[in-house]
Antibody, heavy 121, light 112 residues
């Protein structure tokens, strides 16, 4: 059974940093693209970042480019999102999602429950 | 960035009746490899999103066959042949032809 468990969220002051983690199980992590998607409670989905199975393709939303960095550790079956210079508008529930096999994220077929990030002074 | 526009934003439907959601992209979603990376997701209240359809019309594992996808180029449609109570939620289209990936605004399906 595919499982994705996000962690690392919490309350952080504007301008500070936070690192999100996503622990994957139930599939061969290193063979799949991965995504980070966020959602302000009660609002729509916003794609944040994604990377291909071999990290050859990496993309970011314009709203986070230059501040967030996505990475993966295949040995640990884990996905990360380093978030720097956080702003109030980054407040959201952050989901980790699994992509396609040997792909660059053509879809997102399994999702975690999310971790809540609140940026406030 | 590719802008995804869904219509309608809200769709009250009678149980057992069909529902249709449109998704239009600001540019063609045909990738240089020939595929079209348009997917549909469902988000039930209080739940994470769930993949329904990928690459325009491919139903994901376990998705009931009352859900179907169609379209090409810039215009795509998700149809529910006979709406059931469990179909209540918000539906999103997502393009993955180009970085950054982008979602539509979402369409809320509710029972009349």
């Amino acid at each position: 059974e595919v499982q994705l468990v996000e962690s690392g969220g919490g309350l952080v002051q504007p301008g500070r940093s936070l690192r999100l983690s996503c622990a994957a199980s139930g599939f061969t992590f290193g063979d799949y693209a991965m995504h980070w998607v966020r959602q302000v409670p009660g609002k729509g989905l916003e794609w944040v970042s994604g990377l291909s199975w071999n990290s050859g393709y990496i993309g970011y939303a314009d709203s986070v480019k230059g501040r967030f960095t996505i990475s993966r550790d295949n040995a640990k079956s884990s996905l990360y999102l380093q978030m720097n210079s956080l702003r109030a508008e980054d407040t959201a529930l952050y989901y980790c999602a699994k992509g396609d096999y040997h792909g660059s994220g053509a879809y997102a077929d399994y999702w975690g429950q999310g971790t809540l990030v609140t940026v406030s002074s | 960035d590719i802008v995804m526009t869904q219509t309608p934003l809200s769709s009250p439907v009678t149980l057992g009746q069909p529902a249709s959601i449109s998704c239009r992209s600001s540019q063609s979603l045909v990738h240089s490899d020939g595929s079209t990376y348009l997917s549909w997701l469902q988000q039930r209240p209080g739940q994470p999103p769930r993949l329904l359809i990928y690459n325009i019309f491919n139903r994901f594992s376990g998705v009931p066959d009352r859900f179907s996808g169609s379209g090409a180029g810039t215009d795509f449609t998700l149809k529910i042949s006979r709406v059931e109570a469990e179909d209540v939620g918000v539906y999103y289209c997502m393009q993955a032809t180009q970085f950054p990936r982008t979602f539509g605004q979402g369409t809320k399906v509710e029972i009349k």
